[in-house]
């Protein structure tokens, strides 16, 4: 999967909702949108898809905090939404 699409499902899934309801943080984990896109064996692609400044700009968000390993299940995001 393209990190495009990666990207994209992260912003119509997660982000978008979360303003939607005026949550200023958004958290999720490459394990959740790896599973949630029933993709297998593709975690680098999760990872390198959501640590771009280009999926920042596209989602309007900042990152605050990343943590977990570099390309895994248990690396986590954490994102300041644009209002």
């Known amino acids: 999967m393209f990190a ?3 990207g994209q ?3 119509d899934h ?8 005026n949550q200023r943080q958004i958290k999720f ?3 959740q949108v790896h599973k949630a896109l029933d993709l297998t064996i593709q975690m680098q692609s999760v990872c390198r898809a959501i640590d ?3 999926f ?4 309007g968000v900042k990152l605050i905090e990343r943590s977990g390993p ?3 299940k248990k690396s986590r995001w954490i994102f300041e939404v644009d209002q």
């Open 56 to 59: 920042q700009n596209l989602a």
């Open 4 to 6: 495009d699409q990666i």
């Open 52 to 54: 771009t400044k280009k």
């Open 9 to 11: 499902y992260v912003i």
């Open 70 to 72: 570099e390309q895994g």
């Open 29 to 31: 984990t490459a394990g």
């Open 14 to 21: 997660i982000v978008i909702p979360a303003r939607n309801k």
